[in-house]
């Protein structure tokens, strides 16, 4: 067999098992990198892998930590699912995160002490939200006035919106610097009526519960109403959407409004809910990047979003459980490592479900049929 006859064909049926096959396989071949890399540092995968379900999941304060760092991966990971599914790829929710949270801190600070919780707190989040749309407006209007990949434009901007936070708090006298840190800059503690309510003495705070009730209103507006149904034409195929007389500039303005508005509110949560201030280092956590896992293994489904979070959550939650194991440290970048890998199977994995390896010259691409009763539009279709 010729190697050079060797090519990729779409698959005519992609099965549903497969759909499921796919994040599972994912999550288990990462597990399996994962045990491999303990093994070879002088660690026994069936003493970590139980200790990180534990420290994660078995225990009230344990379960709670892994909700409250699922939180943020909710709305970053529902940014990355309403863009990818209909063929629009916002790399950049980590630096609408940043943007969110430079906004929801700025709002709570210029509001200041007299403002009631009431009224902060849903100011806070609508800053954040407004601040993360806000930081997609150019990728946005690049790409649907002149073509401009928002891939390029959304990751460029993740390196622009994490300097200028940075620049705020270290470089500069602020408005969000506190001008009474001398040894060390921080951002300015924002009013307590600013801060998220919190669930008993746990980190959980009220940011879950509008993650949460984010992607249920996401969900049914996709499914449910007319929004929604032409935005699934568009993703299927752009020149099925035009024949049909769907405005597609639109349409990709609205897509990428909406993933920038929810990671945005990401930062504003984490404002709100856990930092209190403007800060740099511990936002700067990758919640951007590990939303596109989150939604890559959901399936760019918005209720599963919630699921996958939890999960993801709970494996950076567990990390630094791992340092109390007898026998040696066990490194805290397993986690992190665990996570670019399910990301790579995942993709891997993707690939493979939508085609197939064929040999042979006949490069014909296979009919378009449609899964579950979503049409799939074969890519040979050309445009009007």
């Known amino acids: 067999m010729n190697l050079r006859?060797?090519?990729?064909?779409r698959r005519a049926r992609v099965r549903p098992w497969q759909l499921v096959a796919v994040p599972v396989a994912s999550v288990a071949a990462a597990?399996?990198?994962g045990a491999v890399f303990l093994a070879l540092t002088g660690h026994n995968p069936a003493v970590v892998y139980p200790a990180m379900l534990r420290a994660a999941y078995t225990t009230w304060f344990g379960f709670t930590d892994t909700l409250a760092s699922a939180t943020p991966l909710v709305l970053t990971g529902l940014a990355a699912a309403v863009a990818f599914r209909f063929g629009l790829y916002n790399i950049g929710a980590e630096?609408?995160?940043?943007?969110?949270?430079?906004?929801?801190?700025?709002?709570?600070l210029a509001l200041g002490e007299a403002v009631p919780a009431a009224v902060m707190a849903p100011a806070v989040l609508l800053a954040g939200l407004l601040g993360g749309m806000a930081w997609m407006a150019v990728p946005a209007a690049a790409r649907a006035w002149l073509g401009t990949s928002e891939i390029i434009t959304t990751l460029l901007g993740n390196y622009v919106a994490l300097y200028w936070m940075r620049y705020l708090i270290f470089g500069s006298a602020s408005f969000w610097r506190d001008p009474t840190s001398t040894n060390f800059p921080q951002g300015t503690p924002i009013p307590a009526a600013a801060e998220l309510a919190e669930l008993g003495m746990t980190r959980v705070h009220v940011g879950l519960a509008v993650a949460v009730l984010a992607a249920v209103l996401l969900a049914v507006v996709l499914a449910r109403t007319r929004l929604g149904f032409q935005l699934r034409v568009y993703g299927d195929s752009e020149a099925a959407a035009r024949y049909a007389g769907i405005d597609v500039r639109r349409a990709v303005l609205v897509v990428l409004a909406t993933s920038g508005a929810l990671a945005g509110l990401a930062g504003a949560s984490e404002i709100g809910g856990r930092a209190h201030q403007l800060d740099p280092q511990g936002l700067a956590l990758g919640l951007g990047y590990a939303g596109i896992i989150v939604a890559a293994l959901a399936r760019y489904n918005p209720l599963a979003v919630v699921g996958v979070a939890v999960l993801l959550g709970g494996?950076?939650?567990?990390?630094?459980?791992?340092?109390?194991?007898?026998?040696?440290?066990?490194?805290?970048?397993?986690?992190?490592?665990?996570?670019?890998?399910?990301?790579?199977f995942t993709l891997a994995g993707e690939l493979f479900v939508r085609y197939r390896l064929r040999s042979g010259r006949g490069h014909g691409a296979a009919p378009a049929v449609a899964t579950e009763g979503a049409p799939v539009i074969s890519p040979a279709e050309p445009a009007p």
Do not use: C, F, K, W
Not at 5 to 9: A, I, K, M
């Open 31 to 33: 597990l399996l990198v």
């Open 5 to 9: 006859d060797v090519h990729l064909e």
């Open 95 to 108: 630096g609408q995160l940043y943007v969110g949270a430079i906004a929801a801190s700025g709002a709570a």
């Open 315 to 344: 494996l950076r939650n567990a990390g630094t459980a791992l340092q109390s194991l007898p026998g040696g440290r066990v490194p805290v970048a397993i986690s992190t490592m665990l996570e670019g890998a399910i990301l790579l």
